[in-house]
């Protein structure tokens, strides 16, 4: 029974430039949620993802956006990078209803130059 | 905003030494989960807790819920270097988004 993957898991940008982040639900589930967690702090929530539709959205601006295909994978975009955007960004599935436990892949390591 | 502080914040203890980390917050939470992180890793889902004055118990791990919902604590026995990692809880409030600790970094020496 595959777990959560995420992919790539490590990448390299330059200040300015766009990224997707993918991610693939544990089997089963159909929410995926998305965060960053920057060196040494908690994951921050960025938002959910259910029935295609973001369907709750943490404090972060419009530059990051995300979209689920019919399948329950998820990507996470990120426009304008910002030295500051540099963290793990961790994937987390689930089922649907509030209060789920989540199962959270192993990340993306972003780097911005 | 409803937040949730963890304490304390790194721990360096020894191997066989009991330990308890403490998550609080002034918010209700209706469920709450602990998890475990290490370095290049993902969180690992330990509990998941949902009563008021709830307990549980993962082997040398004993969680329990405040009565009020607003608080939890992880309490460790006899702890062993395998237990090394970021512990992190992480609370609900009925809605979607789930507000992380800022966890506490263990360390147990052999």
């Known amino acids: 029974d595959a777990g959560v993957t995420q992919s790539p898991t490590h990448l390299i940008k330059t200040r300015g430039q766009q990224v997707t982040l993918r991610c693939s639900p544990k089997s089963g589930h159909d929410t995926v949620s998305w965060y960053q967690q920057a060196l040494g702090q908690g994951p921050q929530f960025i938002f959910q993802?259910?029935?295609?539709?973001?369907?709750q959205r943490g404090n972060f601006p419009d530059r990051f956006s995300g979209h689920q295909f019919p399948n329950y994978s998820s990507e996470l975009n990120v426009n304008a990078l910002l030295l500051g955007d540099s963290a793990l960004y961790l994937c987390?599935?689930?089922?649907?209803?509030?209060?789920?436990?989540?199962?959270f892949g192993d990340g993306t390591r972003l780097s911005i130059l | 905003t409803q937040l949730l502080e963890q304490s304390p914040q790194f721990l360096s203890i020894q191997e066989g030494e009991n330990l308890t980390v403490y998550c609080n917050s002034s918010s209700v939470f209706s469920s709450l989960q602990w998890y475990r992180q290490e370095p290049g890793e993902g969180p690992v889902l330990l509990v998941t807790v949902v009563t008021g004055g709830e307990v549980k118990k993962l082997k040398r791990l004993t969680f329990q819920f405040g009565d009020a919902r607003k608080d939890s604590s992880l309490h460790i026995t006899a702890a062993q270097p395998g237990d090394t990692g970021l512990y992190l809880c992480?609370?609900?409030?009925?809605?979607?988004?789930?507000?992380f600790g800022t966890g506490t970094r263990l360390k147990v020496l052999a």
């Open positions: 987390a599935s689930s089922l649907g209803q509030p209060n789920q436990p989540q199962h």
């Open positions: 993802y259910y029935e295609e539709e973001e369907r």
């Open positions: 992480a609370g609900t409030s009925g809605t979607y988004k789930y507000i």
